[in-house]
């Protein structure tokens, strides 16, 4: 589990028990200044730092084994995210465009292109795989808030999540996901049919309601201006989050407005077969789909974090929708 509040991993055992704290914040060998991804492989676990551009690999005793730098690819910005690793070892790596964000005009603007990158295990840029683009901006001109604000519903930075040697990306605003091979290759395209939600004038009134509160650190009149004026898309996400099982089947959570607690799953084979849709309890954040289980957290009254294990029925799914898939778009 990573926590990235004190910048730490936490082991947990089988079952459940915690047993220890790896890293913590700072700068040196298994410290992070920002703790973005952990994953395991075989007997190491190794956690990213995307704003050090870096991957920490550790001993399951908590000691440092490896310290990853993942070199700058030309054209892009400068903080590099790891994800994961491939089958074969590669690194998967999420690079940033280069430039910022515009400020005033009152527009709304594309999403900034990020870019897909498979790196050598050493941390060597190797080759593009595939372009993503984040949601849209708001071009607010409300000097004491941050530039180009998301609107409201929006998913943020890209959806995609790797398998193999594939990786899967999606934009959430249609049903639809792209296959591609870890070498740049489109292989796959499948779509399925689903009913969209146009955005109505009771979710406006409940999303400023929502986040009528402005974050701790912002000007409350210029966040409540910013809640009053800022404009709405027509339609939600389709949805939210892209995972891979250890199946390799894709599934695709149904977005929801922070308001709506019932939480689903469309669920996949790599080859874009409907295998079915799963439910999810509510207020479950799912980071791992095993063979037979779900790993997910959870928070309690008072807000504090908890990791669940819930397990998981691999049964018929429900009757699949009208589905379209096609090699290589």
Do not use: C
Request: aromatic share 10%; charged share 25%.
């Amino acid at each position: 589990m990573a926590d990235r509040g004190p910048k730490q991993l936490r082991l947990f055992g089988a079952d459940g028990v915690f047993l220890r704290n790896l890293g913590r914040s700072g700068e040196g060998p298994g410290e992070f200044a920002m703790l973005s991804e952990v994953w395991a492989r075989g007997d190491t676990i190794l956690a990213s730092d995307s704003f050090q551009s870096r991957i920490s690999v550790f001993g399951r005793g908590g000691d440092v084994l490896e310290t990853i730098r993942v070199e700058l690819a030309q054209g892009r910005g400068g903080h590099r995210s790891p994800h994961t690793q491939f089958a074969d070892g590669a690194i998967l790596v999420l690079n940033p465009p280069s430039g910022g964000v515009r400020l005033g005009g009152g527009d709304v603007i594309p999403g900034a292109v990020w870019r897909v990158d498979r790196y050598s295990r050493a941390g060597r840029f190797v080759n593009e795989i595939v372009y993503v683009e984040e949601s849209p901006r708001w071009e607010h001109g409300i000097t004491e808030l941050p530039p180009g604000l998301y609107l409201p519903f929006s998913l943020g930075l890209p959806l995609f999540a790797a398998s193999g040697n594939h990786v899967y990306a999606a934009e959430g605003t249609e049903a639809g996901i792209q296959r591609w091979k870890s070498d740049g290759e489109l292989s796959h395209v499948f779509r399925w049919s689903v009913q969209e939600r146009r955005v109505s004038r009771d979710d406006r009134r409940r999303w400023r309601e929502a986040n009528s509160a402005a974050p701790q650190g912002y000007s409350p009149a210029a966040w409540a201006r910013y809640v009053r004026e800022i404009p709405f898309p027509e339609r939600m996400p389709l949805f939210r989050r892209l995972l891979a099982d250890a199946e390799g089947n894709v599934w695709a959570e149904r977005f929801l407005p922070s308001w709506e607690e019932d939480t689903a799953w469309y669920v996949f084979n790599g080859d874009g077969v409907w295998l079915g849709e799963v439910g999810a309890p509510p207020g479950l954040h799912i980071f791992e789909i095993g063979v037979d289980h779900v790993l997910g957290l959870r928070r309690d009254e008072l807000g504090v974090p908890f990791v669940v294990l819930f397990p998981l029925d691999r049964g018929r799914g429900a009757r699949p929708p009208a589905t379209n898939s096609s090699v290589g778009g």
